[in-house]
């Protein structure tokens, strides 16, 4: 793997988060030229090679916004291209490259190593071999599971082939937290009633979003209860505090928004009003899922209420976990600057989580993720608001999906401007690579943190 450039005779370093950066970037670029070719287009395409670059930024940043219908606008080359940039995007292309590096019997630099663990964003190499491996098997396991149960419902609808196409598809979508489909203008509405499509596609939003260590963890635990006969309840006090971390938040996330929406939309008749009690149940809890940064919808985003729409940003600003497919700030970086505020208040001098404390130094690093991500998405709020005619709120929903990565859309993205598409591009980037590593890799080759040279006396500075 190549990671340094000559230039002038003198060697540049890239830094991890250099490299997946300009990896993300290279694979946007290509994606763009393979969907402007004249075998990925539809006969009734209008796209422009904005809305090429747009649509394979979007799906390289599995967000799933888009400001054209994907089945109208590519033949199936163009959506096999689709399938092909979301699962880059979901994996990383440092990371795909790596897994193939250890296919063909090749071995990893050490300098590799770290690129991958920042792709990965897993906090230790031990095992990373293993790793990678258990990342491929888990994601074509559930992929192809996804696919053969969706067929189900697709074949019959569509036909053998195109079926298990668009079963493929949003198989591959949802599991990397896309939120593209191949059905029509309306997302998964017209299956807002179907138990199997809700299930499975929910199903596959959580296991790509919970992240790729916590499954990796979770299959070691479970092998250590199934082969050394160990027990269960040992075995789960014995779970790392990151894994019990995002198992709680995203339960929390999901059972919150879920009744949040079914009694918000409960009577409102242009989404939950006209359904059984068990589709509204169905359709609020997959409402709540597409949040985790999936970018679906069984329902009419834009008939819902501005309370829901609000409850909703916030959401999608959380996203789903680190390490896996979804993005936002991700539930441990929330958890842990709510639970930071829950400790100040109660006066203690230490987070404690599980009965482990939390450095500071992970803390300072949370804080930095919501402030950073916060700033992006408010400048890029302000920037579409002067570049688009829309209303407030419709806006900053688009604003905040984008920036989730998430995909969700009150119709706003199909009206935008090529200013209000450049915005949007930009925010979905940062919000798939990260803020911090946007931050570091327009740093120059320096290390990480640079200590002070020189120690000053305490000041004191009045907060609150």
């Known amino acids: 793997m190549v990671t340094r450039v000559i230039v002038s005779k003198k060697h540049i370093h890239l830094r991890p988060a250099q490299q997946i950066a300009l990896s993300f970037i290279a694979v946007i670029l290509i994606g763009t030229l393979l969907l402007s070719l004249p075998i990925s287009q539809s006969a009734t395409s209008t796209a422009t090679l904005l809305d090429h670059f747009f649509i394979a930024t979007s799906a390289v940043c599995v967000t799933g916004l888009t400001p054209l219908v994907t089945v ?29 590096l250890l296919a063909i019997g090749g071995r990893l630099a050490h300098s590799d190593k770290m690129v991958v663990q920042e792709a990965i964003n897993r906090n230790t190499m031990q095992d990373i071999g293993k790793f990678l491996k258990f990342i491929i098997g888990y994601t074509f396991l559930f992929e192809l599971v996804g696919m053969i149960l969706l067929s189900f419902v697709f074949i019959p609808e569509f036909g053998l082939g195109l079926g298990l196409f668009k079963s493929l598809f949003i198989s591959v979508s949802a599991f990397c937290n896309a939120g593209f489909d191949v059905i029509g203008s309306s997302s998964l509405q017209p299956y807002v009633s179907n138990v199997l499509v809700n299930l499975v596609v929910s199903t596959l939003i959580i296991m790509g979003g919970l992240g790729f260590s916590v499954w990796f963890d979770l299959t070691k635990s479970g092998n250590s209860i199934l082969h050394h006969k160990s027990r269960v309840k040992k075995v789960i006090s014995h779970l790392q505090v990151h894994v019990k971390l995002v198992i709680w938040m995203t339960i929390i996330l999901l059972a919150f928004g879920w009744i949040y929406i079914f009694v918000m939309e409960f009577t409102n008749v242009a989404t939950l009003g006209q359904l059984s009690l068990f589709d509204k149940l169905m359709a609020s809890f997959f409402q709540s899922t597409t949040l985790r940064t999936a970018g679906f919808a069984t329902l009419d985003i834009s008939a819902m209420r501005p309370a829901t729409l609000v409850l909703m940003m916030a959401f999608m600003f959380i996203g789903g976990s680190p390490g896996g497919t979804a993005g936002g700030i991700k539930t441990t970086t929330f958890a842990l600057v709510i639970l930071m505020v829950i400790t100040e208040l109660i006066n203690r001098d230490q987070l404690v989580i599980f009965k482990r404390t939390i450095g500071k130094d992970i803390f300072r690093r949370a804080l930095a993720v919501l402030v950073l991500s916060f700033t992006f998405v408010f400048l890029g ?13 419709v806006i900053a929903f688009e604003a905040f999906s984008a920036m ?61």
Request: aromatic share 8%.
């Open 381 to 393: 709020l302000i920037a579409l608001t002067m570049v688009t005619e829309a209303e407030f709120l």
């Open 72 to 100: 109208e606008t590519y033949s199936l080359f163009g959506q096999t291209v689709l399938i092909f940039l979301m699962q880059i995007g979901g994996l990383g292309l440092m990371t795909l490259i790596a897994i193939f």
């Open 404 to 464: 989730g990565t998430v995909g969700l859309s009150m119709g706003l993205t199909p009206e935008l401007t090529s200013a209000g598409k450049v915005v949007i591009i930009i925010l979905m980037f940062v919000g798939r690579i990260g803020p911090i590593a946007v931050a570091f890799s327009l740093k120059g080759n320096r290390k990480r943190r640079t200590l002070n040279e020189i120690s000053y006396p305490s000041g004191n500075v009045v907060v609150g």
